[in-house]
C-alpha cells in the first residue's frame, strides 16, 4: 500500500515538475526506470516516509552502479564537550542606538557567523570563539526576530574548533545542524534534536591525517518533510587538496562514504592552498548546487576562477563543474543559494568576489533559471571603483520569496534583494553596519531569513565587528524585521503558507496543529497513517489568508481512538503540500 500510495504521488510531482532546457552537461541520462524510481523518492521525502525512501536510494545505487555505505562514527579521545547552559561567563547584549544589535560579546574574539533559522522564526547563529588557550564554538539564540540573543549551545574539545556552518531542517524529524573542523584533520557533524533539545550527538565525517578545511552544511528541509543535510569540505591529499562530498539519510545519524566532486589544481602550499578556498552548497526546487574556485585545467595560470556543478538527484551523482568566471581576473569565494519550491523555473544564484589586479575588488554573481544547465554572464552586483568590496553571502526564503546578498565593503556591511522570479534584477544597495567597523580580517557576514516575517522584513545579517577593541571582535546582527512593529500577529498576513511542527509530539491526549495561508485558497488538513491510508479529515474548504490552528484528539473521521503509533498531517493548498510527522502514545 506504501508503494502504491507513492507511485500516485510520484506521477504528480512528474507532472508538476516538467521544465524546458538541455542537459548536455550531464553524463548519461537516467533511463525510464531510474526517472519513475526518482520521482518515487521526492514522494516518499515529501511524505517523510525514509524508510521507504532508504529503499528507493539502494534500488537506484544498484542500477547505476555505486555504494551507499554510511557510518555513525562517535568521535573518541578528542576532548569533546557539549555544553547547554552558559559556562559561568555572563553573555553582555543590548540593543545599540544605531539599530546593531549584539550577538555575542564576550571578552575573548567571536568571529566568522553563522544564521540558520528554523519554521517557527527562531534564529541561530553559530561562531568561532576564541579563547585565552584553544578555540570553541558558541551558538546563540533569538526568540523575538533579532531584538535580543542568549546562548544555546557551545562546543569545545582539546583542540581547536573552526569553521562553523549552521543549518535547520524540520519535518519528520526536526535538527539543527553544525558542520565544523577540529584541528587540521577532522571534519565533524553536531546535531541538536529540536523537538527535544536534552538530545545531542556528534559525528565523524571525515579524518585526515594530511588536512581538512572548510565545511558548509545545506539541508533540502524546505521542501521535503523527510529530509537529507549535505556537507561540502576541502581534504587534502598526496598531490593535491580536493572538493568532497557528503549526505546523511538518517537525519545525520550516519554519514556517506565521502565522494570527490573535483581535484583542486597543483599541489599542496606550493600552488593551492585548501584553507583558503572556499566551497558553499545548497539546495533548492530539485536541484542541489555546489559552488567553488579553482584555477583553470591546465593550471598554468595563478587567476582562479568560478565554477559550479549540480545534482538532480540528491547527490548520487554530479554532472560536470562549469566554468562560469572565465575572466582574466582573480575570482573567488564563492556563496550558492537556490530558491526554494519554483519548479518552473528553477532558480539558483552565485556570488563571488573579484580582484582586478590587486587594484579593486568587486562582487559578481551569475544567476541560472534552469536548474544550472546554463548560467547568465558575470552582472556587477557591487562595483564601486576603487573600493574594497569582498566576502559576500547568500540566502533565500524558505518558499519562493526573496534572494537576499550581503558583503563587506570598507568597514561596512551592504545589502541587495531580488525578487526569486527575477535573479538577475536587484533592488538598491542599504548600508547595514553604522558603526565602519566591520572586521577586515573576518569580513564574511552571514545572512539568514525568518519565515514568520513579512517578505520584505525577513533578512537578517550578522557580521563580525571590532568597534569594541582592543578588546576583542563581537557579533552584530541587523536587519529590517529587527525592528518591532508592535503589529498583532493575527491581523498581519503571513509571507508564506507554512504547516508548523506538531505540539506537543509526541502526544496524548491532544496535538495541537498550527498553519498559516499566505493567501485565500482551499485547504485540505489530513491525518494518514503509516500505510497512507486517511484517519482524519482536519480541515477542509475555503481559507481566508492568516493563521490557523487545530487540534487533533487521536480519533479518526468516526470518532474512534486510534491506536498508538506514527501518524502524518498534511496540509493541502493551491500552492502544494506540506506533510508534518506526529507520534501518539496511549
Same mark, same amino acid.
Given at each position: 500500500?506504501?508503494?502504491?500510495?507513492?507511485?500516485?504521488?510520484?506521477?504528480?510531482?512528474?507532472?508538476?515538475?516538467?521544465?524546458?532546457?538541455?542537459?548536455?552537461?550531464?553524463?548519461?541520462?537516467?533511463?525510464?526506470?531510474?526517472?519513475?524510481?526518482?520521482?518515487?523518492?521526492?514522494?516518499? %521525502?515529501?511524505?517523510?516516509?525514509?524508510?521507504?525512501?532508504?529503499?528507493?536510494?539502494?534500488?537506484?545505487?544498484?542500477?547505476?552502479?555505486?555504494?551507499?555505505?554510511?557510518?555513525?562514527?562517535?568521535?573518541?579521545?578528542?576532548?569533546?564537550?557539549?555544553?547547554?547552559?552558559?559556562?559561568?561567563?555572563?553573555?553582555?547584549?543590548?540593543?545599540?542606538?544605531?539599530?546593531?544589535?549584539?550577538?555575542?560579546?564576550?571578552?575573548?574574539?567571536?568571529?566568522?557567523?553563522?544564521?540558520?533559522?528554523?519554521?517557527?522564526?527562531?534564529?541561530?547563529?553559530?561562531?568561532?570563539?576564541?579563547?585565552?588557550?584553544?578555540?570553541?564554538?558558541?551558538?546563540?539564540?533569538?526568540?523575538?526576530?533579532?531584538?535580543?540573543?542568549?546562548?544555546?549551545?557551545?562546543?569545545?574539545?582539546?583542540?581547536?574548533?573552526?569553521?562553523?556552518?549552521?543549518?535547520?531542517?524540520?519535518?519528520?524529524?526536526?535538527?539543527?545542524?553544525?558542520?565544523?573542523?577540529?584541528?587540521?584533520?577532522?571534519?565533524?557533524?553536531?546535531?541538536?534534536?529540536?523537538?527535544?533539545?536534552?538530545?545531542?550527538?556528534?559525528?565523524?565525517?571525515?579524518?585526515?591525517?594530511?588536512?581538512?578545511?572548510?565545511?558548509?552544511?545545506?539541508?533540502?528541509?524546505?521542501?521535503?518533510?523527510?529530509?537529507?543535510?549535505?556537507?561540502?569540505?576541502?581534504?587534502?591529499?598526496?598531490?593535491?587538496?580536493?572538493?568532497?562530498?557528503?549526505?546523511?539519510?538518517?537525519?545525520?545519524?550516519?554519514?556517506?562514504?565521502?565522494?570527490?566532486?573535483?581535484?583542486?589544481?597543483?599541489?599542496?602550499?606550493?600552488?593551492?592552498?585548501?584553507?583558503?578556498?572556499?566551497?558553499?552548497?545548497?539546495?533548492?526546487?530539485?536541484?542541489?548546487?555546489?559552488?567553488?574556485?579553482?584555477?583553470?585545467?591546465?593550471?598554468?595560470?595563478?587567476?582562479?576562477?568560478?565554477?559550479?556543478?549540480?545534482?538532480?538527484?540528491?547527490?548520487?551523482?554530479?554532472?560536470?563543474?562549469?566554468?562560469?568566471?572565465?575572466?582574466?581576473?582573480?575570482?573567488?569565494?564563492?556563496?550558492?543559494?537556490?530558491? %526554494?519550491?519554483?519548479?518552473?523555473?528553477?532558480?539558483?544564484?552565485?556570488?563571488?568576489?573579484?580582484?582586478?589586479?590587486?587594484?579593486?575588488?568587486?562582487?559578481?554573481?551569475?544567476?541560472?533559471?534552469?536548474?544550472?544547465?546554463?548560467?547568465?554572464?558575470?552582472?556587477?552586483?557591487?562595483?564601486?571603483?576603487?573600493?574594497?568590496?569582498?566576502?559576500?553571502?547568500?540566502?533565500?526564503?524558505?518558499?519562493?520569496?526573496?534572494?537576499?546578498?550581503?558583503?563587506?565593503?570598507?568597514?561596512?556591511?551592504?545589502?541587495?534583494?531580488?525578487?526569486?522570479?527575477?535573479?538577475?534584477?536587484?533592488?538598491?544597495?542599504? %548600508?547595514?553596519?553604522?558603526?565602519?567597523?566591520?572586521?577586515?580580517?573576518?569580513?564574511?557576514?552571514?545572512?539568514?531569513?525568518?519565515?514568520?516575517?513579512?517578505?520584505?522584513?525577513?533578512?537578517?545579517?550578522?557580521?563580525?565587528?571590532?568597534?569594541?577593541?582592543?578588546?576583542?571582535?563581537?557579533?552584530?546582527?541587523?536587519?529590517?524585521?529587527?525592528?518591532?512593529?508592535?503589529?498583532?500577529?493575527?491581523?498581519?498576513?503571513?509571507?508564506?503558507?507554512?504547516?508548523?511542527?506538531?505540539?506537543?509530539?509526541?502526544?496524548?491526549?491532544?496535538?495541537?496543529?498550527?498553519?498559516?495561508?499566505?493567501?485565500?485558497?482551499?485547504?485540505?488538513?489530513?491525518?494518514?497513517?503509516?500505510?497512507?491510508?486517511?484517519?482524519?479529515?482536519?480541515?477542509?474548504?475555503?481559507?481566508?489568508?492568516?493563521?490557523?490552528?487545530?487540534?487533533?484528539?487521536?480519533?479518526?473521521?468516526?470518532?474512534?481512538?486510534?491506536?498508538?503509533?506514527?501518524?502524518?498531517?498534511?496540509? %493541502?493548498?493551491?500552492?502544494?503540500? &506540506?506533510? &508534518?510527522?506526529?507520534?501518539?502514545?496511549?
Amino acid at each position: 500500500m506504501r508503494r502504491q500510495l507513492l507511485v500516485v504521488l510520484a506521477a504528480v510531482l512528474l507532472c508538476a515538475t516538467v521544465f524546458e532546457g538541455s542537459f548536455a552537461n550531464l553524463p548519461a541520462g537516467p533511463d525510464e526506470s531510474e526517472t519513475g524510481l526518482l520521482a518515487e523518492l521526492a514522494a516518499a %521525502k515529501e511524505m517523510g516516509d525514509m524508510s521507504a525512501a532508504r529503499e528507493i536510494e539502494r534500488e537506484l545505487a544498484a542500477i547505476e552502479g555505486r555504494s551507499l555505505e554510511s557510518a555513525s562514527v562517535v568521535p573518541a579521545g578528542l576532548g569533546l564537550r557539549v555544553e547547554s547552559a552558559d559556562p559561568g561567563a555572563s553573555l553582555s547584549k543590548g540593543r545599540w542606538a544605531d539599530d546593531d544589535i549584539l550577538v555575542a560579546g564576550l571578552a575573548a574574539n567571536e568571529v566568522r557567523p553563522s544564521m540558520a533559522s528554523d519554521r517557527e522564526g527562531n534564529l541561530y547563529v553559530a561562531v568561532e570563539h576564541e579563547g585565552s588557550s584553544d578555540t570553541a564554538i558558541r551558538i546563540y539564540k533569538s526568540e523575538d526576530g533579532g531584538l535580543s540573543w542568549s546562548f544555546f549551545r557551545m562546543v569545545s574539545a582539546l583542540s581547536d574548533l573552526s569553521q562553523p556552518s549552521i543549518a535547520v531542517a524540520e519535518g519528520t524529524e526536526s535538527w539543527l545542524f553544525l558542520a565544523f573542523q577540529l584541528g587540521e584533520d577532522l571534519i565533524l557533524s553536531f546535531r541538536v534534536n529540536l523537538d527535544s533539545t536534552a538530545e545531542s550527538d556528534i559525528r565523524t565525517i571525515e579524518n585526515n591525517a594530511v588536512g581538512v578545511a572548510n565545511p558548509r552544511i545545506a539541508t533540502d528541509g524546505a521542501e521535503f518533510a523527510g529530509w537529507y543535510p549535505y556537507v561540502v569540505w576541502n581534504s587534502r591529499g598526496v598531490d593535491n587538496w580536493v572538493l568532497r562530498f557528503t549526505r546523511s539519510l538518517d537525519y545525520g545519524d550516519s554519514w556517506q562514504t565521502p565522494a570527490t566532486l573535483a581535484g583542486y589544481c597543483g599541489y599542496p602550499d606550493e600552488f593551492y592552498d585548501g584553507n583558503e578556498a572556499y566551497p558553499d552548497i545548497d539546495y533548492g526546487s530539485g536541484y542541489l548546487y555546489v559552488a567553488f574556485d579553482n584555477y583553470t585545467s591546465n593550471c598554468t595560470s595563478t587567476d582562479r576562477d568560478v565554477f559550479a556543478m549540480r545534482s538532480a538527484n540528491y547527490g548520487a551523482t554530479w554532472a560536470s563543474a562549469i566554468r562560469l568566471s572565465p575572466e582574466a581576473d582573480d575570482e573567488r569565494g564563492p556563496r550558492v543559494a537556490a530558491v %526554494k519550491n519554483y519548479a518552473a523555473q528553477r532558480t539558483a544564484v552565485v556570488v563571488y568576489t573579484r580582484f582586478w589586479g590587486g587594484l579593486d575588488d568587486d562582487i559578481m554573481y551569475h544567476g541560472t533559471q534552469d536548474g544550472g544547465t546554463t548560467w547568465s554572464n558575470h552582472r556587477c552586483m557591487s562595483c564601486t571603483p576603487i573600493a574594497e568590496e569582498r566576502s559576500p553571502d547568500i540566502e533565500t526564503s524558505f518558499d519562493r520569496g526573496r534572494i537576499h546578498a550581503a558583503w563587506w565593503r570598507d568597514h561596512n556591511i551592504e545589502y541587495r534583494s531580488a525578487l526569486y522570479s527575477s535573479p538577475l534584477a536587484w533592488g538598491d544597495t542599504v %548600508k547595514v553596519c553604522e558603526s565602519d567597523a566591520a572586521s577586515f580580517e573576518f569580513p564574511r557576514p552571514t545572512v539568514g531569513v525568518n519565515p514568520t516575517a513579512p517578505v520584505d522584513e525577513e533578512a537578517g545579517i550578522a557580521w563580525t565587528d571590532f568597534r569594541n577593541a582592543p578588546t576583542a571582535n563581537d557579533i552584530y546582527y541587523d536587519g529590517p524585521g529587527a525592528i518591532s512593529t508592535g503589529l498583532d500577529e493575527a491581523a498581519s498576513v503571513p509571507p508564506v503558507t507554512r504547516l508548523d511542527p506538531v505540539r506537543p509530539n509526541p502526544f496524548n491526549p491532544a496535538a495541537h496543529l498550527r498553519y498559516a495561508l499566505s493567501a485565500p485558497g482551499t485547504v485540505h488538513l489530513t491525518v494518514y497513517d503509516a500505510a497512507g491510508r486517511r484517519v482524519a479529515v482536519l480541515a477542509e474548504g475555503p481559507h481566508e489568508a492568516g493563521i490557523f490552528e487545530t487540534i487533533w484528539r487521536g480519533v479518526d473521521d468516526t470518532g474512534c481512538d486510534v491506536s498508538s503509533g506514527v501518524y502524518f498531517a498534511r496540509l %493541502k493548498t493551491e500552492e502544494g503540500a &506540506r506533510t &508534518r510527522k506526529i507520534t501518539l502514545i496511549r
